[in-house]
C-alpha cells in the first residue's frame, strides 16, 4: 500500500520482482569490484535492497521514505542506511567525495519524476571516475528526457539487461563521463540470464 499512497515519490504502482532483484543484484555485485564504495539509491519494500545486501554487504543504501527505511533498518540492524535524498548524498557523507563510485539508482526519472539535481549528481559522480547503474522503465521514451540532458553533459548511457518479468517491465542501463576511466560495462552474454530476463510475463486468471 505505501507504493499507492507515496506514488509521487516511489513512481510505481507495486514493488519489483525478484527476477528483477535478483538480476540487479548479481550486476551490482559484479561492477562493485571497479569502484571505491558502492551506493544504493531508492532502495523501496526491499525486493531489490535485500538482494543487494546479501551480495554486497558493505553497500551503503539511501532511502527517503520513513515506511522503507524502518522496514529495512529492522530487517538488516547492521546495514548502513542513511535516511534522506540521494541527491544530498555528500552533504551526509562528505567523505566520499573523493572516492570512485557506484551509484545503483533505483529513483524514477520517467515524465514528471524529471529531476535536474539527480542529474548533477550522476554528472558528478561519472566525472569523478565513477559510474551509475540507473534503472528505466519501458518504454523507454519514457525518460528520454532523463537521459538526453545527461548526453548534452558528456555522459555515455549504455543498456546493460532487460527483465520483462517485472511490472512494468525494466531495465538497467550504464552510465559514465566520457573523460573518466573506462571500466566494463557489460560483460559477456549468459545464455540461462538471458533466457531467464526474456521470458514473457503470463497473466494470472
Known amino acids: ?39 544504493v539509491a531508492g532502495g523501496g519494500s526491499g525486493v531489490v535492497a535485500d538482494r543487494i545486501l546479501r551480495d554486497s554487504p558493505a553497500a551503503i543504501f539511501v532511502e527517503c521514505e520513513d515506511r522503507f527505511v524502518e522496514h529495512f533498518a529492522q530487517r538488516h540492524p547492521t546495514s548502513t542506511i542513511l535516511h534522506d535524498r540521494v541527491e544530498r548524498l555528500f552533504e551526509l557523507r562528505p567523505d566520499l567525495r573523493d572516492q570512485r563510485l557506484l551509484l545503483a539508482s533505483f529513483i524514477p526519472t520517467a515524465g514528471s519524476f524529471y529531476n535536474d539535481e539527480l542529474a548533477r549528481l550522476f554528472v558528478q559522480i561519472c566525472r569523478g571516475g565513477g559510474s551509475v547503474i540507473q534503472m528505466r522503465y519501458l518504454p523507454h521514451r519514457m525518460s528520454a528526457r532523463f537521459f538526453e540532458r545527461l548526453t548534452d553533459r558528456g555522459i555515455v548511457s549504455e543498456r546493460l539487461f532487460t527483465v520483462a518479468r517485472n511490472l512494468p517491465p525494466v531495465s538497467m542501463f550504464a552510465l559514465r563521463s566520457r573523460l573518466a576511466p573506462v571500466v566494463p560495462l557489460k560483460p559477456q552474454a549468459h545464455p540461462a540470464l538471458i533466457a531467464a530476463d526474456c521470458e514473457p510475463i503470463r497473466a494470472v486468471r
Open 1 to 39: 500500500m505505501q507504493y499507492l499512497r507515496r506514488f509521487a515519490v516511489t513512481g510505481s504502482l507495486c514493488p519489483s520482482t525478484r527476477f528483477f532483484g535478483e538480476r540487479a543484484a548479481l550486476e551490482v555485485a559484479r561492477q562493485s569490484r571497479h569502484f571505491d564504495a558502492t551506493i
